[in-house]
Structures are given as C-alpha cells and as structure tokens.
C-alpha cells in the first residue's frame, strides 16, 4: 500500500505523525524557556489530533475520550503548570546554550533513521494502515531521551521526559488503538503527579545550589567551601 | 508541430522574462497596502529599466572586462534557467531539458558570475557582499538539493516537467513528505531570492545587505540587467512553488484553451504567493546576519525530514 491508496482521513494521520516528529525536532533545537513550554504544547495538541483523527477513522470512540484527556492535559494543564513554574522561578526569558547544536540535529535525523530500520520487523505484524507511524513515535521517544542528554537545563529536562511519554502515548494509539481506559487514567495521573513532583524538585534544587543547572549536583558542596575557604 | 511547439516554448520564456518585474511590483504595492502607504504604479520597474537602459554606464577605473560582461553572463543564464521551467504547459519541447539539477546548475553559475564581479572592482561592499552571498549559497544549495531529492521520490524523476505531470496527474494526496519539503523550498526561496528576512531587496548602503551590496557598482544598462535577472530569480522560485505543489490548472496537453487555462490559472497562483510573501515581510523583520545560517539549516532539516517521512511513511515496505 503507498499512500496514494489510502483515504484522505488516513493521509491526515500520517501528516499529523510527521508534524508530532517535527515539534520532537524543534524542541530539541528551542533554546528559549518559553517558546519551548510552547512547542511541547503543540506537540500534545497534535497528538490529541491525531488520535481523534484515529477515532473516527477506525470508528474508535473511546479514542474520543483519550484524545480529550490527552488535549487537556499535555496541551493545557501540563504547559500552563510548566509555564507558572517558570515564571516562579524567573527564568522564562532564560537562552540556554545547547552544545554543538548541528550535531545534535544530525544525531537526532540518525535516531530516526535508527528507529525506522527497529520498527521495520514489528510493523510487519500489523496490517493496519496507521503501522507506519510506529517507527515515528520511537523516535519521538528517543529523541526525547536524547533532548534530556544533552540539555543541563532541569526545566528541558523535564520537557524532554514528558515528550517521551507524548511519544509512548502515541505508539499505543497507532499499533493498538489504545491502551485500555484504567491504564491509560493510570497513565495520566502518573504524569500529572510527575509534574508537581518535577515543581516542587525545582524548588528544592534551586534552593540548595542556586540554580537549576542540573550539572552542578555532580560537585560537592563541601569541598568548594573548603577550596573557597582556603583561597 | 514541432516547430510550433519550440515556437510556443519561446513565448512562454518571453512572457516569463516579460512578467517577472510584475511580479516583484505585484509584492511591493501589497506591501505598501499592508503598511498605509501609496503604491508605486504596476508600471513602474519597466519605467526604472527603461531609464536605466538609456543612461550611460559609469565604470570604474579598474573593471576588469569580466566586470562588463558580468551582467550579460548573469541575465542570460538567468533567462535560460527561465525557460526551462514549465510556466504554462508541460508538453513542451524545453522539458527535455528542464531538470531540476540543472536549474540548481544554472543558479550557481549565475551567483559564482555575481560574486566575481563584486569583487572585481575592490571595493570594500562588493568584496563583504560576494563573500556573505557565497557563505549563504554553501547552505542554501544543500537544502533546495535535498528538497529536489524528496520530490524525485516521489515522482521517480528529477525531471521538472515529468514532476509537476506525476503531481498534476495524481490528484490531491496529502503527503507528509511534500509538506516539509513545501516549507524547505519556501525558506530556500526567501533566503535566494534575497527578501526579509534574510536580505532586504530595498536598501542601499546598509552592513546587512548581500544581493545589493555587489552590484552596487553598476550603472546604467548593466544596473539594469543585474536587476531584472533578480526580478527573475524570485519569479522563478515563485513559479517553482506554486506548479510543483499546486499543479492545478496547468496545461498538460497543447489546445489553445489548455494553454488559456494553463496562464490563467499561473497568473492566479502568483498573484496569490505574492500577498502571502508580502504578509511574511510585513510581519518578519530582517534577522541578523549570523542567524541566518540557523534559518537555512532548518530548511535543510525540513528537507531531510521530508525525505525520511517519504521512506517511513508513503512507501510500502
């Protein structure tokens, strides 16, 4: 099946999926705090859009209802709370320099090359026409692994890790239609709860060293007194 | 009828160059609207080239005669990357020559002609000009290549004419693929054609200039032909864009109303890429020259997107 063969419905899935890989992309690239809150955002939404589009597709209608959550939730709840957080600690405005930027790119079109030839065999297994988008997801999520690498930003960090569970959500939508409903509740409280967990480490974070550069835990604390002390 | 389709091949190239100032007048008087200002007449840069056309040509002491038969070399290259393009009718006898490799082709000798004549005389604007112009051209090339290899995907040709055909001929499919490399060739085209935000085409004397700081020696007809090959270059990526992903209406057979649809439905298209790119320069500012390299590597991750999202998800395994 190319894609010519498909209906217009399912065409838009795919355009979605490629547009969900894309935001996966400009988030690793956003050095900005807000723009990139912003662009996790779009990243839920269209996630939600196209597992509504999977609902009426395959006529799946608590689809219907994981599109909704996943729209309130990775869409509205989590970027508003990510971005009153931000706006607590006074870094909306903050750039944050990511290291060779360009490689990085090229690392993450590699991941996706990689995921591509992973998901090959596991697709083959699935006659449904969304089978293709497997590969996109996982490397939604690997590119997300790799955003929480390379960034020394706890905030990205976070961002990172919630746009790995974006990409799990999705590969359950377009392999399986879903998770079953008290998993996926599961799920969404998990990350709801992850998320005032994350505020109330920053807090703590920032209160003990004075800054959410996650890179300055790897040094004692002591030992810099005493090497201040003695200087 | 083979003459009388070279013969028809000559006019679509004729109107081609004939209608590229209407173009760039056609985003200036939507600019204007845009920012309350009055509009120059449509008749304008015809009225500018034929003034130019008649003044006299100051040289400088040092031209070489490279930097006198720059302009010549630039606006015929131009005009014969101009007619290969399929504006009208994709049944004509140029499309044998209308790959999009050669176009790329034709466009790198244009800009290598152009940066030897900016630094030809040796002054200091024309030498920071060509160099800026070659450093952005090392990026853009990549990026419109790759955007040419996503389509060749597609249409299993890099051939111009046969691209817009398969294109036209498969009805409307959403393609994940044609999306991204759609957003590359629009960055590509902004970036080569010189509008905001990466160069502005109507300064002078400004330290972020490119295009127009390395023919800011010329004068008169050469003034003239260097201008209208720029004119030229954007109704190029103009017409690229709006016949290689909106292919509707263009003639694929040669009857007089197939070629009347064709122009009309060319003209339309057009006209409305040039509203939209004067909403991009009304809303954009110009960026900083350093952060232009940014802007063409994410037209080239927009390409390479494309051209994954081909193998990932058009094709059957």
């Known amino acids: ?231 | 009828m083979t003459w009388a389709g070279w013969l028809l091949a000559l006019l679509q190239a004729a109107l081609f160059v004939a209608a590229a100032p209407l173009l760039t007048i056609w985003v200036k008087r939507n600019k204007c609207w845009l920012q309350n200002r009055r509009s120059p007449s449509l008749l304008q840069p015809y009225r500018d080239l034929a003034k130019l056309f008649r003044k006299q040509v100051v040289l400088s002491e040092n031209a070489s005669p490279l930097f006198r038969s720059a302009p010549y070399i630039v606006f015929a290259v131009t005009v014969l990357a101009a007619a290969t393009i399929p504006l009208i009718s994709t049944q004509l006898p140029t499309t044998a020559i209308a790959d999009m490799i050669v176009l790329v082709g034709f466009l790198a000798v244009v800009r290598f002609f152009l940066a030897l004549a900016g630094m030809d005389v040796g002054t200091a604007f024309g030498g920071m000009g060509a160099s800026r112009e070659v450093s952005l051209s090392a990026l853009a090339e990549p990026a419109l290549l790759m955007v040419i290899f996503t389509l060749a995907m597609s249409a299993q040709s890099t051939n111009l004419a046969s691209t817009v055909q398969y294109l036209h001929d498969a009805g409307l499919v959403l393609r994940p693929s044609l999306l991204f490399a759609l957003f590359g060739l629009l960055l590509v085209a902004v970036a080569e054609s010189g509008r905001i935000p990466v160069d502005n085409p109507a300064t002078h004397l400004e330290l972020t200039m490119v295009h127009e700081a390395m023919i800011l020696e010329y004068s008169g007809r050469h003034l003239a032909l260097m201008e209208w090959a720029a004119q030229l270059k954007l109704m190029i990526f103009g017409v690229l864009i709006v016949n290689i992903f909106f292919p509707w209406g263009v003639a694929t057979e040669l009857s007089a109303a197939a070629l009347l649809i064709g122009l009309v439905a060319v003209l339309v298209k057009l006209a409305l890429i040039g509203v939209v790119l004067a909403f991009a320069e009304t809303a954009l500012a110009k960026m900083r020259v350093f952060m232009v390299p940014q802007f063409l590597n994410l037209a080239f991750l927009l390409a390479l997107l494309g051209a994954l999202s081909h193998v990932i998800l058009e094709v059957d395994i």
Do not use: C
């Open chain 1, 1 to 231: 099946m190319t894609i010519a063969q498909f209906s217009l419905p399912e065409q838009l899935v795919l355009i979605l999926a490629a547009l969900v890989l894309f935001t996966s992309f400009a988030l690793l690239a956003q050095q900005r705090m807000l723009a990139s809150i912003h662009v996790f955002a779009w990243q839920g939404a269209l996630v939600a859009a196209a597992t509504a589009m999977i609902a009426g597709v395959y006529d799946k209608h608590h689809l219907y209802f994981s599109a909704l959550m996943t729209l309130g939730l990775k869409a509205l709840l989590i970027p508003w709370m990510l971005r009153r957080l931000v706006d607590r600690l006074g870094i909306a405005h903050e750039v944050e320099t990511v290291v060779r930027p360009a490689l990085v790119m090229l690392a993450a079109a590699a991941l996706v090359v990689f995921s591509y030839y992973v998901a090959l065999p596991i697709e083959k297994l699935s006659s449904l026409s969304t089978r293709s988008t497997i590969a996109i997801s996982m490397a939604v999520v690997l590119i997300g692994m790799l955003m929480m690498v390379t960034r020394s930003q706890a905030v990205s960090q976070v961002i990172g890790f919630m746009s790995i569970e974006n990409g799990l959500f999705f590969a359950a939508v377009v392999s399986t239609h879903g998770m079953p409903m008290v998993v996926e509740l599961g799920i969404a409280f998990d990350v709801l709860v992850a998320a005032v967990l994350f505020g109330v480490f920053f807090l703590q974070i920032r209160e003990s060293i004075d800054s959410l550069d996650v890179d300055r835990l790897n040094r004692l604390s002591e030992t810099d007194e005493m090497n201040g002390t003695r200087e």
